[in-house]
Every structure is written in C-alpha cells, then in structure tokens.
C-alpha cells in the first residue's frame, strides 16, 4: 500500500499521539455531508477508543492511495502508510465494521499488536499460514499450468492480498489444483459463458469464484473446500 503524501496529513501523522481514521471522497466536496459520512462522525465520536479523525476530498485521478470509492483509511502515529483501510458505501453494515475496525486499532495501537493479530482470530491466522505456505510453495509448479489459468491464479492471489488490508471478509484461497480442477470442470460446463467466464446459472465470474476455497458450485460440480 502506498503512504500519505498530502503534506498537512503528513505533518499530523508525524507528530499525532492518537491513531488517525481519515475519511477520503472524490466527489460531493461541496456538498452537504452523506448519510455514510454522518454515520461513520457519529460512531467515532461514541467510540471509545481516541483517535483523529479527519477528511480529505481529492479528485479520483489524484488519489496516492490505493482505492477511487469512499474510503477509510487507519493509520498508526509516525506511520505514513495506512496499517489497514475500508471501502464505503450504502450497501457496506458501516456501524457494525467501522466498530470492529476501531477495536483493531487500538489493539495495534495500546497493544503494539500487528495487523493480523488485532484483527483476526487465532483460527484465521492459522488459515492465513496455511494458504500463504501453499502460496509460495506454487511458485515451483504455476508455471506448469496454462498461461490463462495462471492469469486467473495471480488475480485469485491479489484479491487474497486485497481482503487481508481491506478489513473485509478473509477471501481464503484453494490449493492450486483445486482451482485448476474446478475451473477445468465450469470450462466444460454448457452454463459457462466463454466471453466473460460468467456462470449463468449464479452469475458468478468463475476465474474468481472458482479459487475462493466458501465457493461451491450452484450445480453441485464442485463443493465447498472448507
């Protein structure tokens, strides 16, 4: 993730004594503040975990960070990179994550806790060990794989690194093989729409789906890996 480079930001993480969450938006600067916004001051004002909290409208073009939505972004004294961020938006539960997301940071900050550790329980860090070991024990044999399917694997794999800093639902992969066999099976089914490998009867993008180890197949093809 890329760190803050607006310089009054940079000036406040530097010298704050208390996590910051920044509220950053790319469009409405003028405008009154959106339910989502007041929601968010709201739960933060009642929270009681102290932090800064601040909001910062830039164009999407411009945006050092990572994400062009409304966004939250939480950052630790003297660290200019956001430890974590979350999207938002009117189909996100924001009391209930921007909740869990408060107690995270100040785990990370009072407890000098990581990430991982503040945020996820001892079973889904044990998850993340495991995916994360056959992850890099795949580098050996992806090359074996077709060139389309390694496509698909490394964009499985971005969304694995993507829901780790989102502060979203763990996105726990499958085991190279098992993608491979699973999307090999959607690539025979007739329900598989070859322009946009959507399934039809779901609806799903299946190089996606199929490597998320919840995904099952709505036809019963392939089940649930956990």
Same mark, same amino acid.
């Given at each position: 993730? *890329? ?30 503040? $959106? ?15 102290? &932090? *800064?909290?601040? @909001? ?30 979350? $999207? ?12 869990? !997301?408060?107690? $995270?940071?100040?785990?990370?900050? @009072? ?9 996820? @329980? ?8 495991? &995916? ?19 496509? @698909? ?14 502060? $979203?639902?763990?996105? &726990?992969?499958?085991?190279?093989? &098992? ?39 709505? !036809? ?7």
């Amino acid at each position: 993730m *890329l760190p803050n480079t607006n310089p009054a930001l940079t000036e406040i993480i530097a010298t704050a004594q208390h996590p910051i969450v920044l509220f950053v938006f790319s469009e409405g600067c003028e405008n009154e503040p $959106t339910k989502e916004q007041k929601e968010v001051e709201e739960i933060i004002k009642n929270s009681p975990h102290k &932090v *800064l909290y601040y @909001t910062w409208c830039i164009a999407e073009n411009l945006m050092p960070m990572p994400r062009t939505a409304t966004a939250l972004y939480f950052f630790l004294p003297a660290n200019q990179t956001p430890v974590f961020w979350r $999207t938002v938006n009117p189909h996100t539960n924001t009391s209930g994550n921007l909740t869990n !997301d408060m107690e $995270t940071l100040n785990k990370m900050f @009072t407890q000098k806790m990581s990430y991982e550790e503040a945020r996820f @329980t001892p079973e889904e860090r044990n998850k993340i060990v495991e &995916v994360e070991n056959f992850l890099e024990k795949e580098k050996e044999t992806l090359h074996t794989f077709p060139s389309n399917f390694q496509m @698909t694997r490394n964009l499985a794999k971005e969304f694995w690194k993507l829901g780790k800093a989102a502060a $979203t639902g763990l996105p &726990v992969l499958v085991p190279v093989e &098992v993608g491979y066999n699973r999307l090999a099976i959607c690539e025979s089914c007739p329900k598989l729409q070859k322009e946009s490998y959507r399934c039809s009867a779901c609806g799903c993008f299946m190089k996606t789906k199929s490597q998320i180890a919840v995904s099952e197949c709505p !036809d019963g093809k392939w089940k649930s890996y956990v």
